[in-house]
């Protein structure tokens, strides 16, 4: 079983920067994606960056320019957020989200796992 720790949140003046992590363990495998996502207060989660195992890197169309998502290698699945700029519309429950891909006789499986979540919160 996957499990994701985040770790980083917390609270930041407008303009100012955080870094969030996240580390997988119960695996030996590299996940396929490994991904942020936000959930703010009466809104829907939404993607905020992704991550794939082969180098492609998708952020949303609000935070590009802003937040950067990148995966260590040498710490095999590990991912930050790096959020500079930040804004009072970031403040949020900030989640991870990892897929774990496996293919058996030919059929493509992926499982979910998400984090718990930390919490970003961008006021003066």
């Known amino acids: 079983q996957v499990q994701l720790v985040e770790s980083g949140g917390g609270l930041v003046q407008p303009g100012g920067s955080l870094r969030l992590s996240c580390a997988a363990s119960g695996t030996i495998f590299t996940l396929y994606t490994m991904a942020w996502y936000r959930q703010a207060p009466g809104k829907q989660r939404e993607l905020v960056a992704n991550s794939t195992r082969g180098g492609t890197i998708d952020a949303t169309a609000s935070v590009e320019g802003r937040f950067t998502i990148s995966r260590d290698n040498a710490k095999k699945n590990v991912v930050y957020l790096h959020m500079n700029n930040l804004k009072p519309e970031d403040t949020a429950v900030y989640y991870c989200?990892?897929?774990?891909?496996?293919?058996?006789?030919?059929?493509?499986?992926?499982?979910?796992?998400w984090g718990q979540g930390t919490q970003v919160t961008v006021s003066s």
């Open positions: 989200h990892a897929v774990r891909r496996t293919v058996q006789a030919g059929t493509v499986y992926d499982y979910d796992y």
